[in-house]
């Protein structure tokens, strides 16, 4: 997984691997700077009542679209104690990112400024 910031978009490019483990058909996810709208590196609690639809579940890997009280979420997750969350307006496909990223406390130190 690679990710971008730019001026205007933070941009999220899935591997040929991640897309299918995520069903997710697009390689990337293009979220507008301004629609992000806090940024943190807790990983949110599933409940019994998230819906994975379509994605996988397994001990190692939490991926794919999932729907929650807030929404439609994009998760993919391969380590627990690295994790990016961004909260997104509701303007967006998807309400929040949660992502594996190999520091979570830098993408939060580029991002936080900009909120």
Do not use: C
Request: aromatic residues 12%; proline residues 7%; hydrophobic residues 45%.
């Amino acid at each position: 997984m690679n990710l971008t910031l730019t001026a205007d978009t933070f941009s999220v490019e899935l591997e040929p691997m991640e897309r299918f483990w995520a069903f997710h058909l697009g390689a990337r996810i293009d979220i507008p700077r301004a629609h992000i709208q806090s940024v943190s590196s807790t990983m949110p609690p599933l409940s019994w009542r998230v819906l994975r639809a379509p994605g996988t579940g397994l001990p190692w890997l939490v991926a794919g679209t999932f729907y929650t009280e807030l929404g439609r979420e994009f998760w993919y997750i391969t380590q627990r104690d690295r994790v990016l969350t961004l909260d997104l307006t509701s303007q967006d496909y998807y309400k929040r990112l949660i992502l594996t990223v190999e520091d979570p406390s830098a993408w939060i130190a580029q991002l936080q400024p900009l909120l």
